[in-house]
């Protein structure tokens, strides 16, 4: 291999996770059909869904319900008509399949997130409750928190934190802190991934339960040591409005944690082409020359993402200093 073409290989495998792609969750409806397919990772994006498809999956759901019965279809076809943000039909559609098969539990689950779409949030919650008495593990068992943000709405808390959403806090500090373990720590990201990552699918920016979450994802992320992903999703926080100086503090810890990375692989690389350059052995010189582009890429990242950093805390600094002023 030429140092052209490993330079453009090593570049590839450090730049891959900077971007989204597919290979995420999808869901496939009854008749084989794909409504999503999400991106991979977990920075939530909301769903890829397929909607130029829908049109015609809503009269083949609908044509196949007519022919075997079977409410699946019908219930798929209720799921797409959300989507495509026709509440009202959807609505009359489920409470007939409640009417024709009552306490199905994707009838009850829809019927939640299509009452909370609507603005209805007690009957939100009546029926979320009810669908997960039908089934506690689904949604990756994470619809205890669609609860509690059904609660904050309906209390109409002006004051809502990420503390009463996800039951902990990891503090004030630059670096966030618990006393969860790395199992706990992965399986509330996971449930807040998935929260949010549905609302994102409905929801545009700005909103202050969204933004919420997504800063404690970004909190989770960091705790996991996805430094990029918390990152990312602190970004996705911002974007959404939250606006605390101290996801800026963290947004800063986070950018620190990926240089330190890509520093430490850089003299990790270093040290073995001191130890190659060292060895009396028969070693390749075409295999030192390609250590010492892997070398020279991580430095260009590492000054990268050390100018990245510079920028943006002279530009948090100058806002600071502006509204102070004002």
Not at 136 to 152: F, M, V
Not at 250 to 260: G, L
Request: with cysteine.
């Amino acid at each position: 291999m030429n140092r052209f073409k490993f330079f453009l290989v090593v570049f590839a495998l450090i730049s891959f996770k900077a971007f989204a792609c597919l290979n995420g969750e999808t869901k496939i409806l009854k008749n084989g059909a794909y409504a999503y397919e999400d991106y991979d990772g977990i920075n939530p994006q909301g769903h890829n869904f397929f909607k130029g498809d829908f049109p015609e999956l809503i009269v083949e759901l609908d044509s196949l319900y007519k022919k075997t019965k079977d409410l699946d279809y019908l219930s798929d076809k209720g799921y797409l008509l959300i989507v495509l943000g026709k509440y009202d039909e959807a609505l009359k559609l489920y409470l007939n399949i409640e009417k024709i098969k009552p306490n199905r539990y994707s009838t009850t689950s829809n019927l939640g997130t299509l009452y909370e779409l609507m603005g209805e949030n007690q009957k939100a919650y009546e029926w979320i409750k009810k669908s997960i008495a039908i089934n506690p593990k689904s949604h990756e068992g994470s619809e205890w928190l669609h609860l509690k943000i059904l609660e904050a709405k309906i209390k109409n808390l002006e004051n809502v934190s990420g503390p009463f959403l996800i039951n902990t806090n990891f503090g004030t500090a630059r670096e966030p802190k618990t006393k969860l373990s790395k199992e706990e720590i992965d399986k509330l990201a996971q449930s807040v991934y998935f929260q949010v990552n549905e609302r994102m699918s409905f929801i545009e920016p700005k909103d202050k339960i969204i933004s919420i979450l997504l800063f404690e994802l970004g909190n989770l992320a960091e705790l996991l040591g996805k430094n990029n992903s918390a990152l990312e999703t602190y970004r996705t926080a911002r974007k959404y409005d939250y606006n605390d100086d101290l996801i800026v503090e963290r947004m800063i810890n986070s950018a620190q944690h990926e240089v330190d990375h890509y520093r430490d692989r850089a003299w990790s690389f270093g040290a073995q082409l001191r130890v190659l350059r060292e060895s009396k052995g028969n070693i390749y010189s075409n295999y030192i020359s390609q250590i010492e582009t892997t070398i020279i890429i991580l430095s260009g990242i590492i000054m990268i993402l050390l100018i990245a950093f510079i920028v943006f805390f002279l530009k948090w600094k100058k806002l600071k200093r502006i509204t102070s002023a004002s």
